[in-house]
């Protein structure tokens, strides 16, 4: 029973009112606990600092009216407490003596601190808080699908195994909303995986190959992270971003990526050269072509086609044609022989390079080869020669990387007889029905619209489409805006689509429908 009083105007009226037993005792559990908590701190420190002084001065827990004797002296760090007994977990030296008062069992110089118990409390309840913060956080994993085990969640060195428990979740999401046909949530579970762990090169080349049309500038900061951080995987990041930026149309960034590539390392120099030479004949920029001729350690084939291409730029038609000459004769290697008498074609010397070529026919390989002598003779106009020789390439089994050269001349050099034999020979002896085919394919559906040729771009879509097993819904706008024949036409815009197409096929695309003047 607790007694309040209520102050009126008149007199004070003492009332009586009852506050449930389960409640109070809850509520004094809760205080004590608290004073618990403070306590063993507070009145430790307190005793301790009494003992150091040598028992001199007022005991700082024990009532100072008292005589300070053992089973004598009350607690008076026990006054405000609910229950006496919850403060002995405090300090046992409070007990009960033979008349059930609760009393000091030590004389004041006696009464020193308790750090143990402190230690113990404090160690516990620190356990206890880890304990439920760490099943919550297991509990709350699981909940949203992380596949951890309570024990990672409770072993803190376990704990930095969790960035990569994280983005192998969402990678699992990637893949489960990428083959529901969900590709808004698939890339969203994909950059997060990323972000999460940098270290996934395979994620980071598959989302920069994703955002490579809808977020090119994204698409090419990760490939520019994939190249700093993954220098094992460079020369395959440099070649997926290079295509990414030629099918854009971005021979700004062709260049710079070329140039990173040439200066770096000599493999797959003559790729490299070549895409190099295609994009600045495009942009134009003599200063970064003169800066990669400054560099030590630059190839020879590269600092000879480097200098060629700058006395070219000087050079009259008769001079061109000497100083190509001159190159043919001295060129020392595959790319540096294939791209003078490519230039010996484009500047109107084909029966020159056709010459070369027969002299020096080792130097290249049977692929440039064959690339040369069907534009030379088309430059030429010797059509006899170029049906025979078409004809002698289709004679056997009509093979895919035949057919993607034949595509790339067709499209540099539309020609109806030509592109008859070729459709007419494919139409025949169909190609393997595999995936190595769907380039060949997307080649002749290229071949048929720089040709304005109907007919023969639907036959090839209709292969495309049984090689891929799907619709592919953009082909046909794409074919109808090669087929109206304009030549001014941003080829870029659908190149992305028309992935993976070979490079020959792409380069021929932006000669033909963006030619630049040698």
Not at 108 to 136: C, D, H, I, K
Not at 376 to 390: C, D, M, T
Request: contains cysteine; proline residues 6%.
């Amino acid at each position: 029973m607790h007694k309040r009083v209520i102050f009126s105007t008149d007199n004070p009226v003492i009332a009586e009112t009852k506050t449930p037993p389960l409640l109070c005792g809850h509520m004094g559990w809760f205080s004590d606990f608290f004073r618990l908590a403070w306590g063993f701190l507070y009145w430790n420190t307190r005793k301790t600092v009494y003992r150091l002084r040598g028992t001199r001065g007022q005991c700082p827990c024990q009532h100072p009216s008292d005589s300070g004797r053992a089973w004598e002296t009350g607690c008076a760090a026990m006054i405000h407490w609910h229950s006496p007994a919850r403060f002995r977990r405090l300090c046992p030296l409070l007990q009960k003596n033979e008349a059930g008062l609760w009393r000091c069992s030590v004389d004041s110089r006696e009464v020193r601190p308790f750090w143990g118990r402190a230690v113990a409390f404090y160690g516990t309840a620190v356990a206890t808080v880890y304990l439920m913060a760490t099943l919550g956080v297991f509990i709350f994993m699981r909940t949203v699908g992380y596949p951890v085990s309570y024990a990672g969640v409770l072993w803190p060195p376990a704990w930095e195994k969790f960035t990569a428990i994280r983005a192998g979740f969402f990678l699992e999401k990637y893949r489960a909303a990428s083959a529901a046909g969900d590709m808004q949530s698939a890339l969203m579970s994909l950059s997060t995986a990323y972000s999460l762990d940098r270290s996934n090169y395979a994620a980071g080349r598959k989302l920069a190959q994703l955002w490579q049309v809808s977020l090119p500038g994204a698409s090419n900061q990760i490939y520019h992270q994939l190249l700093n951080e993954h220098p094992a995987e460079a020369e395959a990041t440099a070649q997926t971003w290079f295509r990414a930026l030629l099918a854009r149309g971005d021979f700004v960034g062709v260049e710079q990526l070329a140039f990173v590539r040439i200066a770096a390392s000599s493999d797959h120099l003559d790729a490299w050269l070549t895409a190099f030479l295609f994009a600045n004949q495009r942009t134009g920029d003599a200063d970064t072509r003169r800066r990669l001729q400054t560099t030590a350690s630059l190839p020879a084939p590269a600092r000879f086609l480097l200098n060629l291409t700058g006395d070219l730029e000087k050079a009259s038609p008769s001079e061109a044609r000497e100083r190509l000459l001159r190159a043919a004769a001295g060129a020392g290697d595959a790319v540096s022989f294939f791209n003078v008498c490519r230039q010996l074609i484009v500047r109107g010397f084909a029966q020159d390079a056709l010459q070369w070529i027969d002299r020096r026919p080792g130097l290249i390989g049977p692929r440039d080869r064959i690339s040369l002598r069907l534009d030379a003779l088309a430059s030429l106009g010797w059509g006899a020669p170029l049906r025979s020789e078409v004809e002698n390439l289709l004679v056997a089994t009509p093979d895919p990387v035949i057919v993607e050269l034949l595509s790339a001349h067709l499209i540099r050099h539309p020609d109806p007889v030509v592109r008859t034999l070729v459709f007419d020979r494919i139409e025949k002896v169909s190609l393997p029905d595999t995936q190595a085919s769907y380039p060949a394919y997307l080649s002749l559906f290229c071949a048929a619209g720089a040709g304005r040729d109907a007919p023969r771009l639907q036959w090839a879509a209709a292969r495309i489409r049984e090689t891929l097993h799907s619709d592919f819904r953009s082909l046909d706008p794409i074919g109808e805006s090669l087929l109206d024949g304009n030549r001014n036409r941003r080829i870029e815009n659908y190149l992305p689509a028309l992935q993976p197409l070979p490079l020959e096929v792409s380069y021929a695309l932006f000669e033909h429908y963006a030619p630049v003047s040698p």
